[in-house]
């Protein structure tokens, strides 16, 4: 089971510059998750999805957008690269129940020079 | 809206002995879970345990235990007989039921010394 994968591990990009992270899952959730984590600093939500077609804003989804096609994939794109943004983001799955945890990637450094 | 504060940045504790990490939480939600997350340099994020807030009785992992104090809002991890590959950063972390939205606290940084 490859669990959630996500690319690229690593990116530096320009101010201005766009991209897409992408994120895919093999377990069959419906619940997906962006977060970012700032240096020394706790994991924070962007945005999530319950379902295919369904997406939400978390606590910071400014600069950002997702959308969820399929069950496996949710792809987070930055349309204008700020400073602001370079962090390390992270892509979470899990079932709908409560009670089992979230699955995340091994995450994506991004740095914006 | 829910807070979770970890006011520990940084502890370190002796190779074999015993270590406990705090976490307070705020919410207004009757019903929530209550998570700690290990990262460790690798960067993965890395579920320790986990405590159900209906439950009265702490939640255990082998060497790790949590003190839950429902009233006081408190979600404190102990590590017993810790080891060198205990070194992470540790985050405590609230989730309202049903909504499946974490929110972390801010982590603290654990250093195991031999």
């Known amino acids: 089971n490859a669990g959630v994968t996500q690319t690229p591990k690593f990116r530096i990009l320009k101010i201005g510059q766009s991209m897409t992270l992408q994120c895919t899952q093999d377990?069959?959730?419906?619940?997906m998750y962006w977060y970012r984590q700032d240096p020394g600093m706790g994991l924070k939500l962007i945005y999530y999805?319950?379902?295919?077609?369904?997406?939400d804003k978390g606590e910071v989804p400014n600069g950002y957008n997702v959308s969820r096609s399929t069950t496996e994939d949710f792809p987070l794109r930055l349309e204008l690269a700020a400073p602001s943004q370079t962090s390390v983001y992270f892509c979470?799955?899990?079932?709908?129940?409560?009670?089992?945890?979230?699955?995340f990637g091994d995450g994506t450094r991004l740095s914006i020079l | 809206a829910q807070t979770v504060t970890q006011s520990q940045p940084e502890m370190s504790v002796q190779e074999a002995e015993t270590v406990t990490l705090s976490c307070t939480y705020d919410?207004?939600?009757?019903?929530?879970?209550l998570f700690w997350y290990k990262q460790p340099p690798s960067r993965q994020m890395i579920l320790v345990i986990r405590?159900?807030?209906?439950?009265?009785q702490n939640a255990t992992e082998n060497r790790f235990s949590v003190n839950f104090q429902k009233a006081a809002k408190s979600f404190s991890l102990k590590i017993s007989d810790s080891q060198l590959g205990d070194t992470a950063m540790y985050f405590c972390?609230?989730?309202?039921?049903?909504?499946?939205?974490?929110?972390f606290g801010q982590g603290t940084t654990l250093q195991v010394k031999p």
């Open positions: 405590q159900e807030a209906y439950k009265q």
């Open positions: 972390a609230f989730m309202a039921s049903n909504t499946g939205k974490l929110i």
């Open positions: 999805s319950v379902g295919a077609g369904i997406t």
């Open positions: 979470a799955s899990s079932t709908q129940d409560s009670n089992q945890p979230q699955h």
């Open positions: 377990m069959n959730h419906n619940y």
């Open positions: 919410t207004s939600e009757s019903n929530y879970y």
